[in-house]
């Protein structure tokens, strides 16, 4: 079993910066598969960033240029920094890690961008 804790969502303005955190706990040896998805109102959940252990990443073309996705392996964290944040990006922000072939959501992190 994992439990994953997500922070460092919030309200940011337009071009403005955040970074979410989810740290995972559990019986865990190893997390191959780490990442982040969103769901904004009214839209299916959608993938941001994927990086799996020994670095190869993954990003939605939203994203390329403006999010990064990094890990803390002796931590069992992943991070999302968010640069140029656009209204758009407005959604919670869900953690999803794999583990033995079953996949674990955190409970998502709101980030609101104003214009």
């Known amino acids: 079993q994992v439990q994953l804790v997500e922070s460092g969502g919030g309200l940011v303005q337009a071009g403005g910066s955040l970074r979410l955190s989810c740290a995972a706990s559990g019986s865990i040896f190893r997390l191959d598969y780490m990442g982040w998805y969103r769901q904004a109102p009214g839209k299916q959940r959608e993938l941001v960033a994927t990086?799996?252990?020994?670095?190869?990443?993954n990003y939605a073309d939203s994203v390329k240029g403006r999010f990064t996705i990094a890990r803390d392996n002796a931590k069992n964290t992943v991070y999302l920094q968010m640069n140029n944040l656009k209204p758009e990006d407005t959604a919670v922000y869900y953690c999803n890690v794999e583990l033995y072939n079953t996949h674990y959501w955190g409970q998502g992190t709101q980030v609101t961008v104003s214009s």
């Open positions: 990086i799996i252990s020994g670095g190869p990443t």
